[in-house]
């Protein structure tokens, strides 16, 4: 995913950065500007439009395969538990 596309008409520094982002995109964790820009550049770049079709294939492929496991409970303690440690960071330093 770190490639840039070749035959693009944009500068590459703006491909790698939106094929940097096209994950979060795809999840819409996007704030509205963000996402705009990113989708107003894969309107106009064949290449990085190419590439976010294969992303978003995958994407619904291990959806449909994989999207009902459950994590094991030890692990889903543990990831909440680091979120919990990292909010109160973010807390404590705002």
Do not use: T
Not at 27 to 37: I, K, P, R, T, V
């Amino acid at each position: 995913m770190n490639d840039v596309p070749a035959a693009s008409s944009h500068d590459a520094d703006d491909c790698a950065r939106v094929l940097k982002r096209v994950y979060e995109f795809l999840d819409n964790e996007l704030d509205n500007a963000d996402g705009a820009e990113i989708r107003q550049h894969l309107a106009a770049c064949e290449p990085c439009l190419e590439r976010f079709d294969v992303e978003q294939a995958v994407k619904s492929l291990v959806h449909r395969h994989c999207g009902n496991d459950q994590a094991p409970s030890h692990l889903r303690d543990k990831v909440l538990g680091q979120l919990a440690a990292a909010q109160r960071r973010a807390f404590e330093q705002a």
